[in-house]
Structures are given as C-alpha cells and as structure tokens.
C-alpha cells in the first residue's frame, strides 16, 4: 500500500469522495435539465443524489475488495 498512495487516499476517505462525487455530478445534472426544460429539472434532485451516490460508493467498495484480494 506503501507505493500507491491514491488508493490509501481511497480507502481512507471513501465515503466523503462518494458524497462529494454524488453532490457535483447532482448539481451538474440539475443545471442541465432546470437549463433545458424549465423548474421542472428540479424534480431530478431527489432521483440523481442517491443514484450517483450509490455508483460512487459501489466503486469504492470494488476497490477496497480488489486492495484486500491483493494485499
């Protein structure tokens, strides 16, 4: 673990970097559809925080499996 130091930055903070993944890519979601078809982008809040959070937080959890496999 030693020579990657992203990965011990990975596993250390995961959750916060799936948080903050799931907070940008929502805000960036959000300004695209209010952008295009009006107020009623604002519907996709309560969708897209919780799907992009769970597809970051599954990508941590893949690499803590493959770190734990290898290591």
């Known amino acids: 673990m030693e020579r990657f130091p992203a ?3 990975l596993l250390r903070f995961g959750r916060r ?3 903050f993944v799931a ?3 929502t805000a960036a979601v959000t300004w ?3 952008s295009q078809i ?3 982008g604002w519907v996709a809040v309560p969708v897209a925080l919780p799907f992009f959070y769970f597809l970051a937080k599954s990508y ?3 690499i803590q499996i493959v770190v734990e496999m290898v290591h």
Request: overall charge neutral.
């Open 17 to 19: 970097w799936a948080l």
């Open 38 to 40: 009006g107020p009623l």
């Open 23 to 25: 907070v940008v890519a």
């Open 7 to 9: 990965l011990r930055l």
């Open 32 to 34: 695209l559809m209010v």
């Open 60 to 62: 941590v959890e893949l």
